[in-house]
């Protein structure tokens, strides 16, 4: 954690960061960095999320399905 | 939708048949390197996608941000390094060489890079210690200390008895849609079912469309249930106790590290690669001894906002006779008196003796299952 490069600042408003820092006394967060931190990943994972899963190919996708059912895992 | 794979796409560095005959073919050109099994298994779930987005032994970069992070250098979690040590062979960074597991050729590494690391450094951060007796720092501290880093190519897989029971990524995803199930629980396991299994993965059914039960197939120790005396198992649990078309089995072959509450962390990630939408977190998750106390394995998942699966915390399940029925201490509020604890070693005791646990110990079916194998225990390290 001593590489510097690590980590970067950015900025939110002085009301903001007060009001953070009030919310999370007596929390499990040790900072407001750490709070942000962790809000912004809940965040973007939760968008990563809604984008499109990637698909097989229909041939490939018949092909497993036809050895899930040699194999007794579907009807 | 099932879980999208970590990283956001499912690797899979499996060579064409094409392209191994060739590799086969000119096998010669290439320097070797002969691999343990676990770290054979480790290549084959890169290839798979099981260990996704991984496409190679993690590089020094990677190492160091795992290690101080547990988080890949692009912040996606990591918890665990998946490492290859250099055993032999005399090659370079950019040379291209075969990785055997008794002989045979299991994979291409392109080497990208090869680092010295501190594995004081690296038990101390996984596993929470540096005592050689865990077995985790144990295996880590026998091994040289040199790393080799760089993309893989599976060629050939290992011999797996239980083939046809244990799916890929891409089949258990396919599988998931075909049932049409949106939610699934990931169960990970190295046992017969007793009803305190049975109750979390109820517990956690309840809530969502399907289960898989996930065994680990790997090293055994003596004492240890064979892997078929536990496929039968389940296969028996599912037929009597389970609505049909709501749980599937399906092994994991992974070389377990006993790192505790880390270990935790990618049990969930290998089931979301697996397409799982939750997995199911137990008291001392792959702990070993007392080295992680009984709920690290729960705090740490805390950390991870962005995991993509979610877990789910269980206390254990126990028989109250008070409340007559299996319960936890969220829901009894009865007494230790009252109270029978579900004990893997009492179970397996009673059936050495040749005597039956109680019905609300184990199924009497999975008993008589059991009890159909001459021996359902390993003897020997495996
Ligand atoms: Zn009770």
């Known amino acids: ?75 | 939708m099932v879980a999208k794979p970590h990283g956001g796409r499912l690797v899979r560095l499996v060579s064409s048949e094409k392209t191994k005959e060739r590799i086969l073919s000119e096998q010669n050109e290439y320097p070797r390197m002969e691999v343990p099994e676990d770290i054979a298994v480790d290549l084959e779930n890169i290839a798979w996608g099981v260990y996704s987005p991984l496409r190679g032994p993690h590089n020094s970069e990677e190492l160091s941000s795992i290690l101080d992070t547990m988080r890949l250098p692009d912040d996606t979690p990591w918890t665990i390094p998946i490492l290859l040590p250099k055993f032999e062979g005399d090659f370079s960074e950019g040379d291209a060489v075969l990785l055997t597991h008794k002989g045979r050729i299991v994979a291409r590494i392109t080497v990208e890079e090869i680092y010295d690391f501190d594995r004081k450094e690296i038990a101390q951060k996984v596993f929470r210690t540096t005592d050689p007796k865990h077995p985790g720092v144990k295996r880590l501290f026998e091994r040289p200390g040199i790393y080799v880093s760089g993309d893989i190519l599976l060629i050939e897989e290992l011999p797996n008895p239980f083939a046809n029971y244990t799916l890929k990524p891409h089949e258990t995803r396919v599988l998931f849609k075909e049932k049409g199930w949106k939610t699934i629980v990931g169960f990970q396991t190295r046992n017969v079912p007793h009803l305190g299994h049975e109750y979390v993965q109820k517990s956690a059914l309840t809530f969502v469309d399907g289960l898989l039960i996930s065994p680990v197939l790997g090293k055994k120790k003596p004492g240890d249930y064979r892997d078929e005396v536990i496929l039968k198992a389940y296969q028996t649990l599912f037929e009597h106790y389970y609505p049909k078309n709501t749980a599937v089995l399906s092994f994991l072959r992974y070389p377990m590290r006993y790192a505790g509450p880390r270990e935790a962390v990618h049990h969930a990630i290998m089931r979301k690669n697996l397409g799982c939408t939750h997995f199911a977190v137990g008291r001392d998750h792959a702990g070993v001894g007392n080295y992680y106390r009984p709920y690290d394995a729960h705090e740490i998942f805390n950390e991870f906002p962005d995991l993509g699966i979610t877990p789910l915390f269980f206390r254990e399940f126990f028989y109250c006779k008070k409340c007559g029925g299996i319960v936890n201490e969220k829901i009894c509020p009865h007494g230790e008196e009252h109270r029978v604890r579900f004990s893997g070693t009492k179970i397996r005791e009673m059936i050495r003796r040749g005597e039956k646990p109680p019905e609300f110990f184990l199924r009497s079916e999975v008993f008589d299952v059991v009890k159909s194998f001459e021996n359902p225990f390993v003897e020997v390290e495996e």
Do not use: C
């Open chain 1, 1 to 75: 954690m001593a590489d510097d490069k690590k980590y970067t600042t950015v900025s939110i408003p002085k009301p903001l960061y007060d009001k953070i820092k009030e919310l999370i006394k007596d929390t499990g967060f040790t900072s407001v960095s750490d709070y942000v931190t962790y809000v912004l990943r809940e965040i973007i994972a939760s968008i990563e999320e809604e984008e499109k899963e990637e698909v097989f190919s229909k041939e490939e996708e018949e092909k497993i399905k036809a050895r899930l059912r040699a194999l007794g895992y579907i009807d």
